[in-house]
């Protein structure tokens, strides 16, 4: 029922819609788990709520795509400042349409994201690379499983991370070990699950599951997003401006 009330709700705030995307794709919809809706992608806990221990209650306390503040740019999320990646472990269910292409080739999987235009690596030779190189979805080693990939990433950067979520952010710490399992249920479904170890900022181990659906009416387009972008400045700048505004208010 409560996956059902979600639904209702984004379907109201869709009357009078005016964006082409959702006239051509149809409008945003819940993650979908062997053909059924759900509320939330965790699987693990039970209730469906990241067990944030009390150093990531901290660090979480705000909704994502709200950001912390507007000093400078490290305080906006990383979808503002281009430095976020759909496709990076754990990949994530959102209510409106997130391509991906997969291309397999002889010793790689290549995942290719059309939003923010990432393109990630996954290593089917069984070699970890060197721990002094992490990045934001450093090292991704695959394997198979049966008909089913496989893939560890470990080695992340401590630098930033929070990573998009439709509220509070999903935190993946330097120490954080992901584990994703692809496995193609039908000719258009792919199951995705995973599971996060990071003692630093949860409680317990926890795990994730959704789906991705083929889509052979369209292609990836380039999203062309880059660091330093004209909303970021245009975001800060706007921000001194009411300060400024508010600031001559109290004079007043």
């Not at 067990?51 to 503040?69: I, K, L, M, S, T």
């Not at 002889?106 to 992490?134: C, F, N, Q, Y």
């Not at 394997?143 to 470990?154: H, Y």
Request: net charge negative; glycine share 10%.
């Amino acid at each position: 029922m409560q996956a059902a009330g979600f639904a209702q709700t984004v379907a109201r705030n869709l009357e009078g819609n005016s964006d082409p995307d959702i006239d051509r794709l149809g409008p945003p919809v819940l993650a979908v788990v062997n053909g059924e809706y759900r509320s939330s992608i965790i699987a693990h806990p039970e209730n469906g709520v990241l067990p944030y221990n009390e150093r990531g209650a901290q660090r979480a306390a705000h909704r994502y795509f709200e950001g912390v503040g507007y000093a400078g740019p490290e305080q906006r999320p990383g979808v503002e400042r281009c430095t976020e990646a759909w496709g990076s472990p754990p990949m994530r269910a959102f209510m409106y349409q997130l391509f991906h292409g997969i291309v397999q080739t002889a010793d790689t999987v290549v995942i290719a994201s059309e939003e923010l235009a990432s393109i990630r690596v996954i290593h089917m030779d069984g070699k970890t690379r060197p721990d002094a190189i992490t990045g934001f979805q450093k090292c991704s080693v695959g394997r198979w499983e049966g008909d089913t990939l496989v893939v560890e990433t470990t080695h992340y950067s401590d630098v930033n991370p929070e990573r998009a979520s439709t509220g509070r952010p999903m935190l993946i710490s330097g120490d954080a070990r992901v584990v994703e399992r692809f496995t193609r249920t039908s000719d258009t479904e792919l199951q995705y699950q995973y599971s996060v170890d990071d003692p630093t900022y949860y409680t317990e181990p926890w795990q994730g599951e959704f789906s991705f659906s083929l889509e052979e009416s369209d292609h990836l387009f380039e999203y062309a997003c880059h660091e330093g972008n004209y909303s970021m400045v245009g975001a800060l700048r706007g921000q001194r401006v009411v300060e400024a505004e508010a600031e001559q208010k109290g004079r007043d």
